[in-house]
C-alpha cells in the first residue's frame, strides 16, 4: 500500500503528491523544517517542534499556513493513515510558488508537506556500540538557529564521514565545535560535567538538546554551556550526540581516537533511559 502524503491540505498517495516547479523551496531552499519522533504511534515533544517552526517562519518573515491544532491534527491523521509505529514525521514549508526572483512574492502563498517515517528509534544499534565521527570545517551559514532546508553541506559532510569509515561528522569554526551535522555535541569531561555549546545563532536551538539538559540537572548532572574543542574531546571520559530521531546516542571515537575503553558511556547511557521514559510517558 503506497505511503500517505500530506501536501497542501490533501492527503495522497505518494506518487500522486506534486508541487510546482517554480516553488521555493526548490529554486532558493526558501523553506524550513521539523521532523518530530514518533513512539508507540504518539508524537514526542510535539509542542517544542510546533514553537520552533513557528520562530524559524518569523525569522524569515513567511507565514504559516496551519494553526498549531489543525497541525497536530494532521499529524495524527498521517500517523493513523499510514499505521505508523515508530519513526518519524517530516514537516516542510516553503514561501510557494512564484517567478525565480530573488526578491521574495509580496503576498505567497505557502506550501505545506508532511509525510511519515519509518525508523528504529528506541532500538538503534549505535546506541549500543557507540558512534565514530570525524571532524571538518563548518561551511555553513551564519544563521543555523532557523532551520532551514539548506541541507547540502550537512550531506556533504556526512558523505566525508562515510568516506572515512565514520558515522557522522562534528563541525568546527574557530577552533572549537559547532555542532554535528544533524545533531548537537556534547563531550563529558573526567570530572563528570556535561558540556555543550551554549545557544546563539551558531547552532540549531535543539529540542532534545532542551529536554535533555533539563534531565540532566533534575538528575543532578552537572551542566556546563559552552565551546569546546576536538583536542578535548579526544581527552574527555565520554561524548555523545542527541536529535529527533537519534534521542541520545553515544560517540566513542573522534578523528581516530578512542574515547574511554571504546564503549558507550554511563552519562550517556543513563541520559537515555531517562528521555526515552519520559518521552514514552509524554507523547502525545
Not at 576536538?230 to 578523528?255: G, L, M, R, Y
Amino acid at each position: 500500500m503506497s505511503r500517505i502524503v500530506y501536501v497542501n491540505g490533501e492527503y495522497l498517495p505518494e506518487e500522486d503528491a506534486k508541487i510546482s516547479v517554480f516553488d521555493r523551496g526548490f529554486l532558493f531552499a526558501d523553506g524550513v523544517y521539523e521532523v518530530t519522533s514518533v513512539l508507540n504511534g504518539k508524537l514526542v515533544d510535539f509542542d517544542g517542534h510546533a514553537k520552533r517552526l513557528q520562530r524559524s517562519l518569523d525569522e524569515l518573515d513567511m507565514p504559516n499556513p496551519v494553526t498549531f491544532e489543525e497541525l497536530l491534527e494532521i499529524n495524527r491523521e498521517l500517523i493513523a493513515r499510514n499505521g505508523l509505529e515508530e519513526g518519524g514525521v517530516y514537516l516542510q514549508i516553503t514561501r510557494g510558488a512564484a517567478d525565480r526572483d530573488f526578491a521574495y512574492p509580496a503576498n505567497p502563498k505557502p506550501t505545506i508537506v508532511l509525510f511519515t517515517l519509518v525508523m528504529n528509534i528506541s532500538g538503534s544499534p549505535k546506541a549500543e556500540t557507540g558512534l565514530k565521527v570525524i571532524s571538518i570545517e563548518d561551511q555553513r551559514w551564519g544563521r543555523r538557529d532557523i532551520k532551514t532546508v539548506q541541507l547540502l553541506y550537512p550531506s556533504m559532510g556526512k558523505m566525508m564521514a562515510k568516506a572515512a569509515g565514520a558515522d557522522d561528522a562534528w563541525m568546527v569554526e574557530e577552533g572549537v565545535v559547532t555542532e554535528g551535522t544533524s545533531n548537537n555535541a556534547y563531550i563529558v569531561t573526567r570530572d563528570g560535567k556535561i558540556v555543550t555549546r551554549q545557544l546563539s545563532n551558531a547552532i540549531l536551538h535543539g529540542i532534545t538538546r532542551a529536554a535533555v539538559l533539563r534531565m540532566a540537572e533534575e538528575a543532578q548532572m552537572v551542566v556546563e554551556e559552552r565551546p569546546f574543542t576536538i583536542e578535548e574531546a579526544q581527552n574527555a571520559a565520554e561524548a555523545f550526540i542527541t536529535s529527533a530521531t537519534t534521542f541520545v546516542t553515544p560517540v566513542v571515537e573522534i578523528d581516530g581516537a578512542t574515547l574511554g575503553d571504546g564503549a558507550p558511556g554511563p552519562i550517556a547511557k543513563r541520559l537515555r533511559e531517562i528521555y526515552m521514559d519520559e518521552a514514552r510517558a509524554k507523547a502525545i
